[in-house]
């Protein structure tokens, strides 16, 4: 039987919602762009015009200083430190998870892991900081362990379900052929769940490279440890609202992001939908 052809008018709104949803997510890419190579009196002059000349002044003046480059160490430091580490804790716990959960006890952390899900974390900032506060952990380390925590919740909620949907007798094979539980974890089951890391890999890095909330509360005691979200933040008092360095600095934060989402939608989309039909 041949699904009904689409209609006319459907085709134009729905080309018109995609249009308008370009907009609103290019305009303000192009705003960003255009003033990082503008003086702060040609972006006074006409804030949407394309710049007369391509001005490096800002770049120049961002790489400059030395506070810069101390930021982006603390963000890559903190980025790929914490998504190894959920690299490392997510799958495997998802695994043991997975493959026990007629079990109630591990029944029962799946559970309450994915009670993280419904809880909005404008809820728990307070009492997490002030947690940490008496940890004495306002620090990376600290920043670091909260991540990993906040990410088990929707990892493992992906990984179990992918999981689960994997044949039992692939892994009953290994063991035949004399593998333990854990060369079968590594040489079987890692391979087969490459989407799903992938998937986690860039939704993680994206997440904790943007992320403002966290660091505002956990790194805001002193200059030295902020991450770049928390130097933009600070523009307004550091540069005396010059906001073509602003975005200058916000344009360089965002270019190896783009890339890297660029890259890696393709593996988002197939981890994301494997995920949700298998199990």
Same mark, same amino acid.
């Given at each position: 039987m041949k699904l009904k052809r689409e209609g006319l008018g459907w085709r134009i709104l729905r080309n018109i919602l995609v249009l308008s949803?370009?907009?609103?997510? =290019?305009?303000? =890419?192009y705003l960003v762009v255009i003033n990082s190579f503008k003086t702060l009196e040609e972006a006074g002059k006409n804030f949407f015009a394309l710049p007369s000349s391509l001005n490096f002044t800002n770049f120049i003046e961002l790489f400059s200083n030395s506070n810069y480059w101390v930021f982006l160490?603390?963000?890559?430091?903190? @980025?790929?430190i914490s998504v190894g580490l959920i690299l490392i804790f997510v799958p495997s716990l998802s695994y043991a998870i997975a493959r026990n959960f007629n079990k109630k006890y591990y029944?029962?952390?799946?559970?309450? =892991? =994915?009670?993280?899900?419904?809880?909005?974390?404008?809820?728990?900032?307070?009492?997490? @900081?002030?947690?940490? @506060?008496?940890l004495n952990m306002l620090n990376h380390t600290g920043l670091i362990i909260l991540y990993l925590a906040f990410s088990l919740t929707q990892g493992i909620f992906l990984f179990v379900n992918y999981i689960k949907g994997l044949p039992y007798e692939i892994e009953e094979s290994a063991h035949i052929d004399g593998c333990n539980v854990f060369q079968t974890y590594v040489k079987i089951i890692l391979p087969l769940v490459k989407p799903m890391i992938a998937t986690l890999l860039i939704m993680d890095t994206l997440w904790i490279w943007n992320d403002f909330m966290l660091p505002l509360l956990m790194l805001n005691r002193s200059q030295d440890i902020w991450t770049l979200p928390l130097f933009q933040y600070n523009f307004k008092t550091e540069y005396s609202f010059n906001y073509t360095m602003a975005f200058t600095a916000y344009l360089m934060a965002m270019a190896p992001m783009l890339i890297i989402y660029c890259m890696g939608q393709k593996y988002i989309i197939k981890g994301l939908t494997a995920g949700s039909v298998k199990g």
């Open positions: 949803g370009l907009i609103l997510i =290019l305009c303000p =890419l160490s603390n963000s890559l430091k903190i @980025t790929c029944r029962s952390i799946y559970y309450y =892991l =994915l009670m993280g899900l419904f809880i909005p974390s404008q809820v728990i900032m307070l009492p997490v @900081t002030k947690m940490m @506060t008496g």
